[in-house]
């Protein structure tokens, strides 16, 4: 029987989510965040893969709008519940759902598509590069100590129930999208994910708990969720597990993370998902014993690309012909000059002019957000320079000011 691919309906999406668990490995979600993702699924967006009565392939995406450098807001289609049946591998299903959903995203506008991956190998060969990385840190806070910046013993903390907190809290977030590349602002629903405490997520930790930094004129300035885990071992070596901590400005930031070292009863303090440049980095008295971890984090596909590129800011004045490899996405295939002149004003266009530089679509996505130079892929041989200068000046005028980051998974 030949397989169909189309469209998810309602009363399909019990079944397709169940295929989804499968292909992850069978372990059953809470009933919290099955009922969570129902909500946030666009039934529009989403494709299934059928065998008969089965459903052996699914793909979805989330309408996101995706903070860029400079600021701006980037319509993006976040890809996820990408899954095939064990039963249906090497035929051609990945492959399938990869073609008609980059289709999708380019006839409804969309520039970009980004996505995380279960297994960090797997979409490059469809275009999507490294956009960013995330910093995990593991701090024995027996051993480490802070340096905090003037101001912190001024900031106020207070213990707050995570969900009456959680409008001024996003407010807290969503002033913080356009200051670093890579955050989505939040759409309606999606503030919902941050409160996800199910049983299986807490591994014998507490129930979610919530800190929140004021200001002096009561002004919530940061906040941190974050579970506790009893340990015993000869005396109390309990672990801090940091959920969530962002803030507007240093002084919360480190009476934030300042707390969290000091709560009673613990020894250590585990983050994930931070940015690459966290300050906490800068706080530590011995970084090396906060171990920290980097791993990939956001891919990002230029799927409209002169619309992805002239959407944001580049740091310096640019004019450079690169010459773009696209075979998954044709219509991007070709020569491309880019332009970002004294006052800001960019433009990408097509041309016939020498090349500067050859790389293909995966290298523009990986060097987007600005916090992977291309000058370091040109180090590894993916990217040529054939203007003398020309690989210095595009990677400069690419690079952002602060490490992109993606906070949440989707």
Known sequence: MALEMRVLQADEWDVWYDHLELAFGGVPESPQERELYKSLTELGRSLGVWDGGTCVGSAGAFSFRLSVPGGALVPAAGVTMVGVAPTHRRRGVLTSMMRRQLDDV????????????????????????????????TVDTTRVRLTVPPGTDEVRLRLVDPEKALPECEQVYAELVSRRPGMPARQPGWERLSLLDPESMREGASPLKCVVAERADGEIAGYARYRVKPVYDHG?????????????????????????????????????????????????????????????????????????????????PLDVV??????????????????????????????????????????????????ITLTSLAAAGRVRELRPGALAEASRAFTADVAPWLPHGF
Do not use: K
């Not at 219509?331 to 500067?356: F, H, M």
């Open 322 to 371: 690169m010459e773009v490899e696209d075979a998954f996405c044709p219509w991007n295939e070709g020569r491309w000059r880019l332009v970002r002149d004294a006052e800001g004003a960019v433009s990408c266009a097509r041309t016939a002019d020498p090349a500067d530089l050859e790389l293909s679509v995966r290298e523009l996505g990986s060097a987007y957000l600005g916090g």
């Open 236 to 316: 109390w070596e309990g672990r801090v597990e940091v959920a969530d901590l962002d803030a507007l400005d240093p002084a919360a930031t480190a009476a934030l993370w300042r707390y969290l070292f000091e709560i009673d009863l613990t020894a250590t303090v585990r983050a994930g998902r931070r940015p690459a440049d966290d300050p906490l980095l800068h706080l530590v008295s011995d970084v090396r014993r906060a171990r920290p971890v980097v791993r990939d984090s956001l891919h990002l596909r230029l799927v409209d690309l002169p619309a992805a590129l002239e959407a944001r800011a580049y740091a310096a």
């Open 106 to 137: 380019r006839a409804g506008g969309e520039p970009i598509a980004v996505l995380t991956a279960s297994e960090s190998a797997i979409y490059g060969r469809f275009g999507y590069g490294i956009a960013t990385y995330a910093l995990s840190l």
